[in-house]
């Protein structure tokens, strides 16, 4: 089953092509790497559940957690998905974590 609110797949594929969590914005987040740390039991899930997976942000909405960065750079425009999917044409065009998902 695919869970879909705005235009980009919140699957399996677009994790892991996600550049998330290599992101400034959350790399010292607490609730971040503990999520992080438990990563690879949450992408055994089927569906796929947005507070256990900290990235795709571009399909899933914005972040459970609430201890990120908004103050670094968000790294999107390096991501194949941010490609993929022209999300430089949409709205959010980045900080996905913050804004909610592409459209
Ligand atoms: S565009 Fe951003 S939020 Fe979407 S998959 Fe890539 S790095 Fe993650
Ligand atoms: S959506 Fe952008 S700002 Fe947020 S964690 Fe991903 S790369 Fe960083």
Same mark, same amino acid.
């Given at each position: 089953m695919v869970q879909e609110i705005g235009k980009v797949p919140f699957t399996l594929d677009s994790v892991f092509k996600c550049q998330c969590l290599e992101c400034p914005v959350q790399s010292m987040s607490p609730c971040v790497i503990e999520a992080k740390e438990k990563l690879n039991e949450a992408l055994k899930?089927?569906?796929?559940?947005r507070e256990e997976v900290p990235g795709v942000y571009c399909a899933a909405?914005?972040?459970?957690? %609430?201890?990120?960065?908004?103050?670094q750079h968000c790294?999107?425009? %390096?991501c194949i998905v941010f490609s993929q999917y022209e999300l430089?044409?949409?709205?959010?065009?980045?900080?996905f974590c913050q804004r909610g998902p592409a459209k």
């Open positions: 899930e089927a569906p796929l559940k909405g914005a972040a459970t957690c %609430g201890d990120l960065n908004p103050d790294i999107c425009a %390096g430089d044409k949409g709205t959010p065009a980045g900080y």
